[in-house]
């Protein structure tokens, strides 16, 4: 039986002249027909070769090797499924087998299961890459800062002030000067109100054209906020514009109405929107900021201003658009904000009413009084166009302002603002922007102040329920029971403001800590005597020998350790016992717990010198050393010692001793400084006397290389 019946039995079992497509042959197969090959010609020595196609199969047989070769072969799996089947040229001709090198293992099945089970990863927004655009965001918000508070100086010049009042009515004016109050500049409060409205009056009537700057308007208002694009700095453009009187800028209305106001003497501030880059990223944007990053090889570190530049970005790539975070025209983003802002203007001006003291809106291009919420946002939406809006005063204060001018602040403007960042993200970033701004406030805030940010305070608390059970995690006013960690509690239950798919909400502020008996020790305080704890959770063990106690009893079958969490309420002040004939009290460790100043015993006083213990030791003082802390390294707890504990009526005692020791130590180091130079002076002198005395002796050389000789005195 030649090797194309072995097939035909085999595999085909059918007529040859019947047309089809046939199947590869398995590994198991070919395998047998080479053993019953080998038992029939077992003399033969040559090699058969069937076909030239690419596939061709190569069967050597060796007359040296014997029949216990044949169990060399072995059962692999069957991967005739990984060949495509082919069609052949004739019909009455079987596929002609070439030469091919066949290998008998798991490779072969391996890679093919490799292939099968290959899938492509989808592709996400890295970790870097968030990093980089909160970076970018924070970096917008400076840059945009700079821009306003150098708007808000060129308001406060005393010629662009005068250039500005020269453009009111002469009536104004007049009127405004009558209504002063006699030795002051201060508008009386009985007229200041219907001042304010007869100025707005006159200021609408005021011609003023506007022409749109087409650069600007290409490159967005904050690329050109350095000058005009003409050459011009922003002062020389602005004075332009009170000649001309010619609008080519969004900030020229507001700045001229800020000017008009304060030189008429009102409380007037400018207002400026702040739209840095959007805080959410796209994965083609992440992967943008990947490929750039490895090129030039920056380590970035959390909460930090990183090297990344968006000039170096191609014109095609739209990820880190230093322009507020608007795309270009070419390409749209859902993470990007229209050009126009809605028609929301970007400036505007505010000034202080005295009969309702409060702030009012007043928008520059029209001249008339608004609503803070109407302004920001005049469409549908319950939140402001911009994440960020700030006021700046004519003293150069400079206050954030964003909660006045929407009606949803945390469900809606806070989602784009750096407050949105998960602390456990990067902490830093969530608290950067209140701890920037705090430097431009006011520090000696007056009871306006006070009373705005009580306004604007109320105003986030009257925010809508988040409406998602996700929002209620980050919500800084409402809360769900699912979202308490093990060590929280709603204190007390009561008010439930409302429902969520059946469960109740309440409100953060009741959400109140439990802590342990030791933890409320290092805190001042302990726990009444007969107080039910509110909880019993798995103790946490911190040491290594916590730890192996805790393995111990799992091990022998016995629950873990528990801990007791107790809430404020169930606990008092921690008294100490007294100190009694001048021996103060210790722990079980002879030592004092003295974590906050509270627990220091009455009677006893504190004193931190290092060298207070020696001291007491000495004068036979009773002393104890204080524990401050704990250090946590390496698998163990390490007391903090911070000087020692002693009766009250010896600390004049001890801190003259302390006095004297430290002087006496002072004293004791400048001698030896003393005694140190004296004795690096005596052996330079007798090593120049030494010199001298070889030289004159040998007369070689002179001492010095001028030939001046240096003479000593003989003893």
């Known amino acids: 039986m030649d090797l194309d019946e072995a097939y035909t039995d085999e595999k085909l079992a059918g007529d040859a002249h019947r047309t089809r497509r046939p199947q590869s042959p398995s590994c198991s197969d070919m395998a047998a027909t080479a053993k019953r090959q080998r038992r029939t010609d077992s003399d033969a020595e040559e090699v058969e070769t069937y076909g030239e196609s690419s596939n061709d199969i190569v069967i050597r047989n060796d007359s040296d090797d014997d029949e216990d070769d044949d169990d060399q072969f072995e059962e692999v799996a069957d991967i005739a499924d990984s060949h495509p089947q082919t069609a052949y040229d004739s019909d009455d001709s079987l596929p002609e087998l070439g030469t091919v090198e066949l290998t008998i293992g798991d490779a072969a099945a391996a890679s093919v299961f490799a292939t099968r089970t290959k899938k492509k990863r989808r592709a996400a927004v890295t970790k870097r890459a968030r990093m980089v655009r909160r970076c970018h965001h924070m970096a917008d918000l400076v840059c945009q800062v700079a821009a306003a508070r150098m708007l808000n100086q060129i308001c406060r010049a005393d010629e662009i002030v005068a250039r500005c009042l020269s453009l009111v009515s002469p009536f104004a004016v007049a009127r405004i000067a009558e209504h002063l109050v006699p030795g002051r500049l201060v508008i009386r409060r009985e007229w200041a109100s219907s001042d304010l409205h007869y100025f707005l009056s006159s200021y609408q009537g005021l011609k003023i054209k506007t022409r749109r700057n087409r650069r600007a308007a290409a490159e967005k208002s904050w690329t050109t906020i350095g000058g005009d694009g003409n050459g011009r700095s922003v002062l020389q453009d602005f004075a332009l514009f009170l000649e001309s009187r010619v609008a080519t800028q969004p900030w020229h209305r507001p700045m001229l109405l800020t000017s008009m106001l304060r030189g008429l003497l009102f409380d007037a501030r400018l207002c400026v929107g702040l739209a840095p880059a959007p805080l959410k990223i796209t994965v083609q944007e992440s992967a943008d900021v990947e490929k750039r990053l490895a090129a030039v090889d920056i380590r970035l570190v959390p909460g930090t201003l990183s090297a990344y530049d968006s000039d170096n970005d191609n014109d095609n790539d739209n990820s880190n658009d230093s322009s507020a975070g608007q795309s270009s025209p070419g390409k749209k983003s859902p993470t990007r904000t229209r050009s126009d802002n809605n028609g929301v203007p970007q ?369």
Not at 421 to 441: F, L, N, P
Not at 447 to 474: G, H, N, Q, V, Y
């Open 347 to 715: 400036y505007w001006c505010e000034v202080f009413d005295q009969v309702s003291e409060r702030w009012m809106v007043v928008n520059a291009h029209t001249g008339a009084v608004e609503r803070a919420t109407q302004i920001a946002n005049p469409g549908k939406g319950t939140g402001c166009v911009y994440p960020y809006v700030v006021a700046l005063d004519g003293a150069g204060y400079m206050r954030d302002i964003t909660r006045r001018y929407t009606r949803d602040f945390v469900n809606t403007t806070m989602r784009q603002r750096l407050e949105s960042v998960s602390a456990a993200t990067d902490a830093h970033a969530r608290v950067w922007w209140a701890q920037w701004i705090a430097q431009w406030e006011n520090p000696d805030a007056c009871d306006r102040d006070e009373k705005e940010d009580a306004e604007m305070e109320r105003s986030a608390l009257r925010s809508t329920m988040p409406k998602r059970i996700s929002d209620f995690a980050s919500n800084p006013y409402y809360v769900l029971a699912r979202n308490l960690s093990q060590n929280e509690v709603i204190h007390p239950p009561e008010p439930v403001v409302g429902t969520v798919r059946g469960e109740s909400v309440y409100l953060r502020e009741n959400v109140k800590t439990l802590r342990s008996r030791m933890v409320w020790m290092r805190e001042g305080r302990e726990v009444r005597p007969g107080a039910t704890p509110i909880k019993t959770v798995k103790q946490r063990a911190v040491t290594a020998r916590a730890k192996l106690a805790a393995d111990a009893e799992v091990a022998a079958g016995r629950p873990p350790p528990m801990a007791e969490l107790f809430g404020e309420w169930q606990t008092q002040p921690f008294r100490p016992p007294p100190v009694v004939d001048g021996r103060v009290p210790r722990n079980e460790y002879g030592r004092v717990d003295l974590f906050c100043a509270s627990m220091l015993p009455e009677g006893a006083a504190h004193v931190r010198d290092a060298e207070a213990k020696a001291v007491c030791r000495d004068l036979d003082i009773d002393a104890a050393d204080a524990v401050v802390g704990f250090e946590f390294r390496r698998g163990t707890s390490t007391p903090i010692l911070a000087g020692v504990v002693i009766p009250m009526d010896a600390l004049a005692v001890v801190t003259d001793a302390v006095a004297e020791r430290r002087s006496a130590a002072q004293d004791k180091l400048l001698r030896a400084v003393e005694l140190r130079a004296i004795k690096r002076w005596r052996r330079l002198l007798v090593a120049l006397r030494v010199r001298e005395e070889v030289d004159a002796s040998f007369a070689t050389r002179s001492a010095r290389d001028d030939g001046a000789v240096v003479s000593f005195p003989k003893p």
